[in-house]
């Protein structure tokens, strides 16, 4: 069964630095590779996907993921964080064709100024 | 896009009474739908999904069940709450038509608190 792996439960940085949330996948032939984030008390927003094509996929608020598919990992990116990017973010992955979306445990994310 | 409704938003329910949260779906026909739970501090835990009308399938046995009386409404019960029961509840909508992508659209969710 497919199975994500969030290294980090707690990420602090300060602002306009960058950051790097790590995502790791069991492997799989074929898969669809998701990040999500989560502001409290609210459900999840999708900042972006892979589905196939290039491997560097641009998402929502500046945030980037670069898909490895012989690390099986789907990191995310952002080159300069605001206090706003302040929440929970979580790494989803799909085998083609499946019904569920395994989520990772979750990483959240603090700026501090 | 899709458009998921949740309610109620907050419950703070006794011990041993009876739950119901529902979700309705618009923008799109004969979706998959899911609840999911976070307790706090965790991640995502699937509870329940559905591939049509009265499809249910239960990922964690549990406290709980769900229904999906129509197709864009799927509803989350139990008859006698526990303290463990307590936690946010999301219901997520994966659209099949016309190419499924394999994306969760999200509810704002309901927080449910049993004392």
């Known amino acids: 069964a497919q199975s994500v792996t969030q290294l980090d439960s707690q990420v602090p940085v300060f602002e306009e630095a960058p950051v790097e949330l790590r995502c790791n996948y069991s492997s799989s032939v074929s898969v669809y590779l998701f990040w999500y984030v989560q502001y409290p008390n609210q459900g999840l927003q999708l900042l972006l996907k892979y589905l196939s094509g290039s491997t560097l996929v641009k998402g929502i608020n500046g945030f980037e993921a670069e898909f490895n598919k012989s690390q099986t990992s789907f990191h995310l990116r952002k080159p300069s964080v605001h206090i706003s990017d302040t929440a929970e973010y979580f790494c989803?992955?799909?085998?083609?064709?499946?019904?569920?979306?395994?989520f990772g445990q979750g990483t959240r994310l603090t700026i501090n100024p | 896009s899709q458009t998921i409704h949740q309610w109620p938003a907050t419950l703070v329910q006794p011990v041993g009474s009876p739950l119901s949260l529902e979700c309705t779906v618009e923008g799109t026909s004969n979706p998959n739908l899911y609840w999911y739970r976070q307790a706090a501090g965790r991640g995502l835990q699937l509870l329940f999904y559905?591939?049509?009308?009265?499809?249910i399938s239960s990922e964690v046995p549990q406290n709980l069940s769900a229904s999906r009386p129509q197709d864009r409404q799927f509803i989350l019960s139990s008859k006698k709450l526990l303290l463990s029961d307590s936690g946010f509840y999301l219901c997520a909508c994966k659209a099949r038509r016309p190419v499924s992508t394999g994306e969760l659209f999200f509810g704002e969710g309901s927080r449910l608190t049993v004392l």
């Open positions: 989803a992955v799909s085998d083609k064709g499946a019904q569920k979306l395994v």
């Open positions: 559905s591939v049509g009308i009265g499809q």
